[in-house]
């Protein structure tokens, strides 16, 4: 088992940055891969970054690079999207997710935190 805990969301106005952590507890945190999801009003839920276990990879959606930065600390079990240059559309409930088997589907959820980016 995995709990994951956001936190770092809130409200800020277009250009603005905000920093998102996410930390885990239960299985050993450096083992698996952890990705950032966000879901907004009207829309799918969609991805928007991952980093493997040893940071040796990292993913982006394309309208996010450049502007957002995912990183961990296995030391602190933190996984980070540091969000720079948001933009009204980035506003969504941003979740992080623990993908921690072989089938490429992530297995376990926070609860999410709100990012709200006003115009």
């Known amino acids: 088992q995995v709990q994951l805990v956001e936190s770092g969301g809130g409200l800020v106005q277009a250009g603005g940055s905000l920093r998102l952590s996410c930390t885990a507890s239960?299985?050993?945190?450096?083992?698996?891969?952890m990705g950032w999801f966000r879901h907004a009003l009207g829309k799918e839920r969609e991805f928007i970054s991952a980093i493997t276990w040893n940071s040796l990879n990292t993913y982006y959606k394309d309208s996010v690079k450049g502007r957002f930065t995912i990183s961990r600390d296995n030391a602190k079990s933190t996984v980070y999207l540091q969000m720079n240059s948001l933009k009204p559309e980035d506003t969504a409930v941003y979740y992080c997710?623990?993908?921690?088997?072989?089938?490429?589907?992530?297995?376990?959820w926070g609860q999410g935190t709100q990012v709200t980016v006003s115009s």
């Open positions: 239960g299985r050993t945190f450096s083992s698996y891969t």
């Open positions: 997710a623990a993908l921690t088997t072989q089938t490429g589907v992530y297995d376990y």
